[in-house]
């Protein structure tokens, strides 16, 4: 049984680069889900989608981030222009689309700002 | 505005004893309710999770209990074993959400 995937596992980039982030999700999960994740605190939720349609976005994603899925398989998280702040883990999750289904997560891409 | 808490940051119990850890929360509109724990350096593992129309769920060695007029749920673990330690959060979510809610994460330590 794979489970969530995500690539890649570390970023390290200096402030102003653009980043981008893959997601494999569980292959009939059809609900993808991103979060941020920083010292001490539970996972902050960022985005999901269903298939292909992105259905919710915080107000944590800012102008700067951008998330798809264009074929309702795999997603990317991009961040452009990085900044300090940016600097966190980010997760993918995935679940299937019913009613009470727990959501799975890969184990992340921890980002770092220099 | 932190709709699930879980104000013990740590908590040490001796292996074979019971580790009891708690949540709160705050919007009456969650009706799921998951716990998932944590290894460094891994991603969230779901443990096990109640829906709103139940106050008890048991797997193995984990039992959650939700108590909806307080607003709380508590996860069981017994026995606890060393290989129990991690973080553990809970989460909150619900049929009018797709996201999860999660509390700041609880230390749990087992000594052998």
């Known amino acids: 049984d794979t489970g969530v995937s995500q690539d890649p596992r570390h970023k390290i980039t200096k402030r102003g680069q653009n980043v981008t982030f893959r997601c494999d999700p569980i292959?009939?999960?059809?609900?993808l889900y991103w979060y941020r994740q920083t010292l001490g605190q539970g996972p902050e939720f960022l985005t999901y989608?269903?298939?292909?349609?992105?259905?919710?976005k915080s107000r944590l994603l800012s102008d700067r981030f951008s998330a798809e899925r264009p074929k309702g398989s795999f997603s990317t998280l991009e961040i452009q222009r990085t900044e300090q702040g940016d600097s966190a883990m980010y997760l993918c999750?995935?679940?299937?689309?019913?009613?009470?289904?727990?959501?799975?997560f890969g184990d992340g891409t921890r980002l770092s700002i220099l | 505005d932190q709709q699930v808490k879980q104000n013990s940051p740590s908590l040490s119990v001796q292996e074979g004893r019971i580790s009891i850890l708690n949540c709160d929360y705050t919007?009456?509109?969650?009706?799921?309710f998951l716990w998932y724990k944590k290894y460094p350096a891994e991603g969230p593992t779901f443990l096990i999770s109640?829906?709103?129309?139940?106050d008890k769920n048991e797997d193995g060695r984990f039992t959650v209990f939700l108590n909806k007029s307080a607003k709380h749920l508590s996860l069981h673990i017994v026995p606890s074993q060393p290989g129990d330690s991690a973080v553990y959060f809970c989460?909150?979510?619900?049929?009018?959400?797709?996201?999860?809610?999660f509390g700041q994460g609880t230390i749990l330590t087992v000594h052998p």
């Open positions: 919007n009456s509109m969650f009706d799921y």
């Open positions: 109640i829906s709103s129309i139940k």
């Open positions: 292959s009939e999960h059809n609900r």
């Open positions: 999750a995935s679940s299937l689309d019913r009613v009470n289904q727990p959501q799975h």
């Open positions: 989608f269903q298939n292909e349609a992105q259905l919710e």
């Open positions: 989460a909150a979510g619900g049929t009018s959400y797709g996201k999860l809610t």
